[in-house]
């Protein structure tokens, strides 16, 4: 019952805005955190990996502080093009929808 008359205190003082704020902030922390638990699991796997490979595969390749980091940046490299690409594709898409329903609503008044 606390908790309702506060939450009523609250959008009483600052209206339906402080909720739309709420939800935008929760959101935006669920991109944020999601991002950042993918750079973590880059940077694990991408110390994992020279171990693996040398273990797993036999690549003759020294494990050094350089070669972990070179794999932490060719990591975060592939996730840029990675999120790069995402965002073309989604690009490409929105304008071929675009497009599509402009031709059909243009066959619509032809007929």
Same mark, same amino acid.
């Given at each position: 019952m606390e908790i %309702?008359? =506060?939450i009523n205190e609250? $959008?009483?003082q600052y209206g %339906?805005? $402080? !909720?739309a704020l709420f939800v935008l902030f929760i959101l935006i922390l669920k991109i944020v @955190? +999601? =991002?950042i638990l993918r @750079?973590? !699991?880059i940077i694990i796997s991408s110390v994992i990996f020279p171990f693996f490979?040398? +273990?797993f595969f036999g690549i003759p390749q020294e494990i050094t502080i350089q070669t972990i980091l070179s794999f932490v940046i060719l990591g975060f490299i592939i996730l840029g093009v990675y999120y790069f690409l995402k965002i073309l594709w989604k690009i490409s898409e929105t304008i071929a929808n675009? %497009?599509?329903k402009i031709s059909e609503k243009e066959k619509?008044?032809?007929?």
């Amino acid at each position: 019952m606390e908790i %309702i008359s =506060i939450i009523n205190e609250i $959008i009483s003082q600052y209206g %339906i805005f $402080i !909720l739309a704020l709420f939800v935008l902030f929760i959101l935006i922390l669920k991109i944020v @955190a +999601k =991002i950042i638990l993918r @750079a973590v !699991l880059i940077i694990i796997s991408s110390v994992i990996f020279p171990f693996f490979s040398k +273990k797993f595969f036999g690549i003759p390749q020294e494990i050094t502080i350089q070669t972990i980091l070179s794999f932490v940046i060719l990591g975060f490299i592939i996730l840029g093009v990675y999120y790069f690409l995402k965002i073309l594709w989604k690009i490409s898409e929105t304008i071929a929808n675009t %497009i599509e329903k402009i031709s059909e609503k243009e066959k619509c008044k032809k007929k």
